[in-house]
Every structure is written in C-alpha cells, then in structure tokens.
C-alpha cells in the first residue's frame, strides 16, 4: 500500500487562535504517537498570523482514515470546528 500525504493550511478566527495554538502541542503529540504517522508537522505561517500550514504522511490510507476518524471525536476535533480547512490529500 502507498503512503498517503495531507498538505495544506488551515485558518483560525482571531478569536479562536490562543486556545488552538495551546492545544497544538498535544494534537501533535498524539498524532505523532499513532502507529501509522511517518510525519506531521503543523506550523504557524509567515503568509498570516491567524494560519497554519499543515503537513501529514502516513504509511498507507488505513493509517490515514484512523487518523481522520479518531481527530473527528477527539477535543481537537471538536474545538477546531470552526476552523477553515484548505487541503489536498495525495495517495
């Protein structure tokens, strides 16, 4: 099976920024902890102040849905759904 890789950016209200930035932190941690994650990175861009550039790899697409699956009922999940997410998945 092929790897499967996430590049993009999300964008977050003024409003929101503090509390995402600060949750960051573990929303990286147990993504990187997952057994399928080759890579993640999540970094805030120099385009804008309220983005964040995204890049995921995982080893192949049942990694991938894992990972979709557990961040929609995790507490990332649910304080980002107002988050604007721009993407493309490849693989």
């Given at each position: 099976m092929s790897?499967?890789?996430?590049?993009?950016?999300?964008?977050?209200s003024e409003s929101e920024f503090e509390i995402v930035k600060a949750e960051l932190v573990n929303y990286k941690r147990l993504?990187?902890?997952e057994s399928g994650c080759i890579h993640f990175r999540v970094t805030e861009s120099p385009i804008s102040s309220l983005r964040f550039d995204?890049?995921?790899?995982f080893k192949n697409k049942a990694a991938f849905g894992h990972h979709q699956n557990r961040v929609k009922v995790s507490?990332?999940?649910k304080m980002t759904e107002n988050v604007e997410r721009h993407s493309e998945i490849i693989g």
């Amino acid at each position: 099976m092929s790897k499967v890789t996430l590049k993009g950016f999300v964008l977050v209200s003024e409003s929101e920024f503090e509390i995402v930035k600060a949750e960051l932190v573990n929303y990286k941690r147990l993504t990187l902890e997952e057994s399928g994650c080759i890579h993640f990175r999540v970094t805030e861009s120099p385009i804008s102040s309220l983005r964040f550039d995204v890049y995921e790899e995982f080893k192949n697409k049942a990694a991938f849905g894992h990972h979709q699956n557990r961040v929609k009922v995790s507490y990332w999940g649910k304080m980002t759904e107002n988050v604007e997410r721009h993407s493309e998945i490849i693989g």
